[in-house]
């Protein structure tokens, strides 16, 4: 295999090495099952809970009211859930947007189907929600809003703590999935008034298929899993002990290196951009322009009169991973929902590339797609026979 270059991570991340040797060194020693009450289990446990203290660290929360999950999908969805089961028993709705992430998007239409009422708010082409909007949606029944906090798509930011401020103005529980924003911006339910978060460890460099979830002490729980007593009664299944303690080392060195890391991230995301705009014509930009409001290492671009699909297979060809919209819709050729509530044109939208920068980029790797993107997209120009 010749030069490879990872600009995906918003997919997902490859571990940190403090990740694989911690959780490579627990591995054969600490198998217990950390319900076990001898030592075996104990050491488990004591595992499960370090954990649980750094992310609460990293949350700005109380260990007690983090529970964990196998991702974002399966918090996002308890957390529906808990509504739902609110809304059956004394009515009411829920609020969310018209971008959130597929475990959210599906879960609506899924609720909408058992007869809950949903209404999502529209966003703006800069990819953020239409503040004015979310504030014609809002009534006294509300029970849930749910807003994300960084859209994996555009890197878009959302004003999280000024909608929760408004949900709780009208006596509403706050969501937000804050999946993507996790180790690139400070993120604190203390701060941000939240009633729930949602979060995932593949996201910020710890294993995959194991996750997160805030609930704020007080706030309604229901458990999606029913069966044993794990997590006081609120996620049944034998612990994912490795996985946790491999979360719980990511989350400590992702509240570390996040003033560092952003800064990294949005200076080779710029010099992307840049490079971009002033080698290839007929390009646009989607999503978030300014630093506060972006995702540092998110950038999502529409090359006009080409196929996103054909971009990618190119610059796999050339060793670099990149994404058509998001990563998760891959496998059907539908353009992206995202960038489609944004407003933007459908042959763009068709056209759209997402590089996603992470921990393990370098500037080198930037200057290198800046090369090797350009002659790239004037040959499939070429070959389109649009152009
Ligand atoms: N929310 C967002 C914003 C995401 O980007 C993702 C991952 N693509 C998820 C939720 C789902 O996370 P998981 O893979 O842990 O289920």
């Not at 599906?106 to 966003?123: M, S």
Request: net charge negative; charged share 25%; aromatic share 6%.
């Amino acid at each position: 295999m010749g030069r490879m270059i990872y600009l995906d991570n918003n997919a997902t991340t490859q571990m940190a090495p403090e990740v694989i040797k911690a959780i490579s060194e627990a591995e054969p020693v600490v198998y217990g099952n950390a319900s076990s009450m001898h030592t075996f289990g104990r050491e488990a446990q004591r595992l499960v809970e370090e954990a649980r203290g750094n992310v609460a660290e990293l949350l700005d929360c109380q260990p007690s009211e983090i529970t964990f999950t196998s991702g974002a999908s399966e918090t996002n969805n308890t957390v529906f859930m808990i509504a739902k089961s609110i809304i059956d028993r004394k009515g009411g709705r829920i609020v969310t947007t018209t971008i959130e992430h597929p475990s959210i998007i599906e879960t609506v239409k899924y609720l909408r189907k058992q007869g809950i009422h949903v209404d999502q708010a529209p966003v703006s082409a800069d990819g953020r929600v239409r503040m004015d909007e979310l504030e014609k949606l809002m009534g006294p029944d509300v029970v849930l809003v749910s807003v994300m906090t960084g859209n994996n798509e555009t890197g878009a930011i959302q004003p999280i703590k000024e909608i929760s401020a408004l949900a709780h103005r009208f006596g509403a529980m706050m969501h937000t999935d804050a999946t993507q924003a996790i180790g690139k911006m400070q993120v604190s339910c203390k701060d941000w008034d939240l009633d729930y978060l949602s979060c995932s460890g593949h996201k910020f460099y710890g294993p995959k298929g194991v996750g997160v979830m805030y609930a704020r002490k007080g706030r309604p729980f229901e458990p999606l899993v029913h069966g044993g007593e794990q997590e006081h009664g609120r996620r049944a299944g034998t612990y994912n002990t490795i996985a946790i303690y491999g979360l719980g080392v990511a989350a400590k060195l992702a509240k570390e290196n996040i003033a560092e890391e952003s800064h990294r991230l949005w200076a080779m995301r710029e010099r992307l951009r840049e490079g971009i705009l002033a080698n290839v014509p007929n390009v646009v930009v989607n999503g978030c322009k300014e630093r506060e409001n972006c995702l540092p290492g998110t950038l999502d671009v529409s090359f006009e009169n080409v196929e996103g699909e054909s971009i990618l297979l190119m610059l796999d060809m050339a060793g670099i991973a990149v994404s058509t919209g998001s990563a998760c819709a891959t496998g059907s050729l539908e353009p992206s929902y995202v960038l489609l509530a944004g407003g933007l044109d459908i042959e763009l939208a068709h056209g759209s590339i997402r590089f996603s920068l992470g921990r393990f980029n370098t500037m080198e790797d930037v200057d290198y797609v800046i090369e090797v993107l350009p002659p790239i997209i004037r040959r499939l120009r070429q070959l389109s026979t649009r152009g």
